[in-house]
């Protein structure tokens, strides 16, 4: 028997289980089977299949789900698009009425909620009790107050429609929320699918929002497998898609979106860091860590699972490590009293295991601390992996468990370059007391949410997403809200892809055809050598190119001739292939990444920069009309307007420059949280035909303006008004290697841009099929895309051809957490 001595000798604590009865009378009320929720009603499908839910702590079974079918996904993609029609149509304000009674409703069954997620994830109560159904509530108050204000704040945007969205089980309540929330205020209905290992509390989430009034049809769940999955977001009447989960799934998603017209945002994996500096506080640190990798087994996208810590106080750090690693209590998800839960299923267990194993073949050293684990359940020990080489496959594969990787560092700038060193970019943290040190390293780290001195901050207000193969699109915060609204201007785009005959299951075209295949021209038309009507023959003017900063031949020395209106040839520019556009990235990279690049100069500096680019462009003004008239046969007045148009937009971006830097985040962190609309990088740019001078600086100028780089691929069919251009970016002080400019096929081109591992983006305004390539191609590296499928814009209407839109393509938004006081 455990006597008073032997407690007050070990300070052990005893178990504190909180009561799971509140949950299996909820589950017996059901019978502990349940069907789709649809129209805020339970449908059972005759013959339905079910799908068994366990308790990764007990083994328990607790509950049977139906697997959808497709007439289950198309009843409650119908019902979304029956309820939208209303729920659109419904003031903002009613709507945050609606909300409102959600959250409130959220907390009325918080402990229900709390223990229903624990037993069914596995998750330690105290996290589930105190973060994730908190963050729940906390959502639908924060965009309760963006349904409250989108008449006025978002007064030219719209509803998207219909949106199909799907969740991992890592976090499904908070995953709900961070997609329900922001699309319902705005005015959209969804139909969302949990994931198989956690369904139960989504479908008690739905009660819980049926239960507060909400309307129905706006809220739909479909319980199912990924082919269910699939099945919404093949689906012709779902507008968007909101995912988040594996990067691979991630992937095949973009792929079956591609050229549909819907929007897409992606939430994936990540592998990040934990940078510790020699001046850390060590204790704090090593309290750091454990939030950062064993919070929630590790089962988290922006886990902290990559250490990095300086070499000079590395033994020291890891031997506390250690020594807080055999503190680390491991047990049943509702023993109030544990810091690590049970991983969620067999198979997710036997990966974590592969990894660790995996990491002692690749010459790790494995430690885990002598702690004792329950004797059933899918509990595992938290473990450090020290001694690996930084390219080892566990230290760039995502683990998803409680397994941490550590390398070591000698200078801040090697530190940056270790945690650079991965394809994802979700989620890090810095340790140190430099302050100046940390926000340095913070803003150099790329990835979509940085913390200072801590790690796994989250709140509605600030927004999170991923840079890189993490994905793209944020949730939380305003910038949040355009995953769900479109301009009001704008119509959801049905582009017109009947040529390419798409599978409706794979969305690959029927025939196999190479895309973007060009042969270079053969000797332009006669015309092109006959006299200039003064008796003498022509000067010849080899087309060029425009690669950083200079005027370089082609690469394969090949021309294409511009033929203008009634047929009259009006010159000719090189054909560009693909070594030129690799040239062109290589150039636009360098000047990014030079130390005083691109991105690191101030707004002031490139607003100046763009003034005199419009400056030098208005003092050639007569020669730009002459040329656009040329080529296309408009009238004066036409090419007057489109060179005037060009040069206020470039007036525009000036005032641009230095006025989208980002802001203060309201969360619920004691200190800053600064959002920073950081550049997305190397943009490639294929440029409309219509409007050949002022749809290259519409696409150019927002680019720059916010700190890319480009390799712009001006109108294949009017590319005139972008050679033209080299000598107005000449003379205006814009640093070699910005703008970087390769006329040719626009498709040809593109092909390799979007096919480039060094290029961030894609905007494409070229055809609709061109557009399905880009967003198929992209999946390769998840780069971010924008394109014009095919369908008309008017450049020279301001609300269509400048601002918001333009900017946000042109940034990404990092959140950097700050916390401040002793
Ligand atoms: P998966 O990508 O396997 O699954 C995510 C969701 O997609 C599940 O609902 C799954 O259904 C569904 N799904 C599976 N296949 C398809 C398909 N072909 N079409 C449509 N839907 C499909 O990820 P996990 O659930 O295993 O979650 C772990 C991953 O999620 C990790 O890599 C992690 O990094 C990432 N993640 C990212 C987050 C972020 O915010 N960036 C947050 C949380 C996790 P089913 O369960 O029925 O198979």
Redesign the pocket.
Same mark, same amino acid.
């Given at each position: 028997m455990t006597t008073l001595l032997d407690l007050f000798k070990t300070m052990e604590y005893g178990p504190a289980p909180e009561s799971p009865s509140a949950v299996n009378a909820w589950l017996e009320e059901h019978g502990r089977k349940f069907g789709q929720f649809i129209n805020n009603e339970w449908v059972t499908p005759k013959a339905a299949k079910y799908y068994s839910s366990f308790n990764p702590s007990t083994g328990e079974l607790l509950a049977e789900t139906a697997q959808a079918e497709k007439k289950d996904v198309d009843a409650a993609i119908a019902a979304a698009r029956t309820a939208f029609e209303t729920w659109s149509e419904t003031p903002g304000v009613v709507r945050a009425r609606y909300m409102y009674a959600i959250a409130r409703n959220i907390q009325k069954h918080h402990r229900l909620l709390a223990v229903l997620e624990s037993m069914d994830n596995g998750k330690p109560i105290r996290e589930s009790r105190d973060v994730d159904v908190p963050l729940l509530a906390r959502h639908f108050y924060y965009y309760a107050g963006w349904a409250q204000l989108m008449e006025t704040e978002l007064r030219d945007y719209q509803p998207v429609g219909v949106i199909g969205q799907?969740?991992?089980?890592?976090?499904p309540l908070m995953?709900l929320a961070?997609k329900i929330a922001p699309a319902i205020a705005m005015g959209n209905t969804v139909v969302l699918?949990?994931?198989?290992?956690t369904r139960l509390s989504a479908l008690l989430f739905a009660e819980v929002v049926a239960e507060a009034g909400l309307p129905p049809g706006v809220v739909n769940i479909i319980t199912?497998?990924?082919?269910?999955?699939?099945m919404?977001?093949t689906h012709p009447d779902v507008d968007k898609i909101a995912?988040?989960?594996?990067?691979?799934?991630?992937r095949?998603?973009r792929r079956?979106t591609a050229g549909t017209g819907k929007k897409l945002s992606? #939430?994936?994996?990540?592998k990040g860091p934990v940078v510790v500096f020699e001046d850390a506080d060590l204790d704090a640190a090593v309290e750091g860590v454990v939030d950062a990798i064993w919070f929630n087994q590790g089962?988290?996208?922006?886990a902290g699972s990559r250490l990095i810590v300086q070499e000079n106080v590395a033994p020291r750090f890891i031997q506390k490590l250690k020594t807080r690693m055999g503190h680390l209590r491991v047990g049943d998800s509702l023993d109030k009293s544990i810091d690590m839960g049970a991983i969620v299923d067999k198979s997710?267990w036997d990966t974590v295991d592969y990894w660790v194993k995996m990491g002692e073949k690749e010459g790790g050293k494995v430690f885990q601390p002598d702690i004792t684990l329950p004797t059933k359940g899918l509990f595992y020990k938290p473990t450090l992996i020290t001694d690996l080489d930084p390219a080892a496959s566990t230290v760039q594969e #995502?683990i998803?468990g409680p397994v941490l990787v550590s390398l070591t560092f000698r200078t801040p700038e090697e530190a940056i370059a270790l945690a650079n060193n991965t394809r994802y970019g979700?989620g890090g943290s810095v340790w140190s007391d430099n302050i100046n040190l940390a926000l340095d390293a913070a803003s150099k780290i790329k990835a979509g949410a940085m913390w200072v001195n801590c790690h796994n901050a989250f709140d509605a207000a600030g927004g999170?997403?991923?840079y890189r193969e993490?994905?793209f699109g944020r949730?939380g915060g305003r910038e949040g809200l355009f995953e769900y609204v479109r301009p009001k201007w704008m119509d959801r785009p049905q582009p017109d892809l009947t040529t390419l005959r798409l599978d409706a299951a794979t969305n690959l075209p029927a025939e196999k055809k190479a895309w973007g295949e060009h042969i270079p021209s053969r000797p332009a038309r006669p015309e092109a050598g006959r006299a200039n009507g003064h008796g003498l023959p022509p000067v010849d003017r080899t087309p060029k190119i425009y690669i950083g900063g200079k005027q370089v031949r082609p690469d394969g020395a090949y021309t294409l001739s511009v033929v203008g209106a009634k047929g009259k040839l009006v010159g000719q520019v090189g054909d560009g292939n693909r070594k030129d556009i690799r040239n062109a990235v290589e150039a636009a990279h360098a000047v990014i990444e030079a130390k005083q690049g691109w991105a690191m100069r101030h707004g002031y500096n490139r607003s100046q920069i763009l003034y005199f680019i419009a400056e030098n462009l208005d003092a050639r003004n007569a020669e730009f009309v002459k040329r656009i008239v040329e080529m296309t046969g408009r009238t004066q007045k036409s090419a007057q307007a489109e060179v005037d148009a060009a040069v206020e937009r470039l007036f525009t971006y000036a005032a641009w420059a230095d006025k989208y830097g980002g802001n203060i985040q309201e969360t619920t962190l004691r200190g800053i949280t600064v959002a920073v609309n950081e550049p997305v990088g190397v943009i490639g740019i294929a440029c409309p035909d219509e409007y050949p001078l002022l749809g290259f600086v519409s696409l150019m100028a927002p680019a720059i303006a916010r700190g890319n780089t480009v390799v712009m691929i001006p109108s294949q069919r009017f590319p005139l008004s972008a050679t033209d251009f080299y000598q107005v970016l000449d003379t205006s002080d814009v640093p070699g290697g910005v703008v970087n400019i390769v006329t040719g096929d626009r498709d040809h081109l593109t092909k390799t841009l979007v096919q480039h591992e060094d290029v961030d983006a894609v905007w494409y305004f070229g055809s609709a099929e061109g557009s399905y390539w880009v967003e198929y191609e992209s999946a390769a590296n998840m780069k971010r895309t924008w394109v014009g499928y095919g369908l008309p814009r008017d450049w020279m209407d301001r609300e269509q051809g400048e601002g918001h839109e333009f900017l946000h393509e042109a940034t990404q938004v990092k959140n950097i957490w700050v916390p401040t006081g002793e």
């Open positions: 799907i969740i991992p089980w890592n976090f995953m961070w699918k949990p994931a198989s290992y199912g497998s990924g082919k269910a999955g699939e919404i977001v995912f988040t989960g594996s990067t691979e799934i991630g095949t998603l079956l992606l #939430e994936l994996g990540g089962q988290v996208c922006c997710q #995502e998803f979700l999170f997403g991923g993490s994905g949730e």
